[in-house]
């Protein structure tokens, strides 16, 4: 295989070649001139000089004789070349430490965590010399790579010699087509979720929102997998620091248009959420099938597959809470380097919501019914409803509730359209004994905060919704 180094090999064979050629045609031409006493015009033209350079060489000729012609650093290194010992640290950091970045990015680490200042086209040449390639190769040169190493291996003369050849090619992606990018910031936001192993090795779930204008990602969030919760905190992350985005761009997937087989209610259903939270913000949302119709997103996911690994690992995060931690200002530091300038484009975000707004919007809805105990079971646990000053309100079996799960983790419940509880859980035995316990109190009611009955909480509109949805058009859900 050829590779940048041997061609550079072969490059510098051919300019000495060509520099002993000109040093044997001036001793040449100066040997001829002092010998025959000939005309220093018609030599200084013959070798491009000047006819004071001519008096030169002569002077030279005739103190050292051919010697005057050799270069003086033939057969030294030039001064700018790299040690043996640096491109051997170089790669031995890559096999060890490094492997799996995209050589841009571990040119940069090499500066910023070794102190080795080299260029891109350097490091690249160390290690393709030792048969490594970046994660990053183009098709065509993954194509002449494989077929060069076929052509050697065929020639090699042990099978040794054969399985020695190899290469840590990684598959590329096909390229994704181009489209102009939206003229303002906050106009369309694509969204997706793919697992990968992140960090340790198991898979998780990184889930991200892209700004179409600007190239620069505005929510990014981590979990074990694609998840209603995963998206809600990205929808947050840009609800908090830039406001009401106009528009989201996501595939026929999953959380958006996924609707669980022999789901049991609802609350499960993570498109109607998503979606119905996205309504009450004003947000649009988009769906496409094609991949490439959303290839900023796509194009995004395979530059943080080839970096954030790295980092996360160099970090030593280890689990889900941390890498969400670290996402937090690695973020802002990738969007620093390689997305537009956000503040030399419009933006038409609306108002940042209040947090209160944040977290009761962002929620659950589903249905469920007051059992012969007053008691409303969810996600198998019991819970009664306490009025705002913790009295609990007692209802007939069989009234339909709707349960409303804060962003926070919060629990909430409408009755009849009117009226809002605090969803208060039910412990499965008491602590203390009022018959065995002398110190036993009966607890006091406690005073709780109960937010206003508002439009997206009311079952009649939560109803007519999921029934506008198009998974739903053909199912039997009543409300």
């Not at 926070?408 to 203390?432: A, H, M, P, Q, W």
């Amino acid at each position: 295989m050829v590779s940048y180094l041997h061609q550079y090999m072969e490059v510098e064979i051919i300019r000495r070649i060509e520099l002993n050629m000109d040093e044997q045609k001036k001793y040449e031409v100066i040997k001829k001139l002092v010998d025959t006493n000939g005309n220093k015009d018609r030599a200084a033209m013959t070798l491009g000089i000047s006819r004071r350079q001519v008096n030169r060489l002569i002077i030279a000729y005739n103190d050292e004789g051919k010697g005057a012609f050799v270069h003086g650093n033939r057969g030294r290194k030039p001064a700018i070349t790299t040690s043996d010992e640096v491109r051997r640290t170089v790669v031995d950091l890559y096999r060890t430490k490094y492997y799996g970045a995209n050589f841009v990015h571990f040119t940069e680490l090499l500066k910023r965590n070794e102190n080795i200042s080299l260029s891109v086209s350097a490091v690249t040449n160390y290690l393709e010399t030792e048969n490594i390639y970046s994660p990053r190769v183009t098709k065509a040169k993954r194509k002449r790579i494989r077929k060069e190493l076929e052509q050697k291996k065929a020639n090699a003369r042990t099978k040794k010699e054969a399985d020695a050849i190899q290469t840590n090619i990684v598959a590329v992606e096909d390229a994704h087509s181009r489209r102009p990018r939206c003229a303002y910031f906050g106009e369309l936001l694509q969204m997706d979720a793919t697992p990968y192993e992140w960090f340790g090795t198991k898979k998780t779930t990184l889930h991200i929102a892209v700004d179409d204008a600007t190239g620069s990602i505005v929510g990014a969030y981590l979990d074990r997998q694609e998840t209603l919760k995963g998206y809600y905190n990205v929808y947050a992350q840009i609800l908090r620091k830039y406001g009401i985005p106009y528009k989201f761009f996501t595939d026929r997937r999953t959380v958006f248009t996924y609707k669980k087989k022999n789901a049991p209610d609802i609350g499960e259903d993570v498109c109607t959420q998503f979606a119905y939270a996205c309504k009450q913000f004003g947000t649009a949302i988009e769906y496409s099938s094609v991949p490439q119709a959303k290839g900023r997103v796509e194009r995004m996911f395979e530059s943080l597959q080839s970096r954030l690994p790295v980092e996360l690992r160099l970090a030593g995060i280890t689990d889900v809470d941390a890498a969400n931690e670290f996402l937090d200002h690695y973020i802002d530091e990738f969007n620093a380097r390689f997305a537009l300038p956000v503040n030399s484009i419009k933006s038409v975000f609306e108002t940042q919501p209040s947090e209160e707004t944040i977290n009761l919007t962002l929620a659950i809805l589903t249905q469920r019914t007051v059992d012969s105990g007053h008691c409303i079971q969810f996600n198998n646990r019991y819970y009664r409803m306490l009025d705002s000053n913790g009295m609990q309100e007692h209802y007939r079996k069989g009234t339909k509730a709707m349960v409303i799960q804060a962003f926070d983790g919060s629990l909430f419940c409408s009755v009849n359209d009117n009226t809002i509880y605090v969803l208060d859980e039910i412990s499965k035995r008491e602590t203390k004994s009022e018959e065995f316990d002398p110190e036993y109190e009966k607890p006091a009611p406690q005073k709780r905060y109960i937010p206003p009955m508002n439009h997206p909480w009311r079952s009649k509109s939560f109803w007519k919704f999921v029934k506008s949805q198009q998974h739903h058009l053909t199912d039997d859900v009543s409300a």
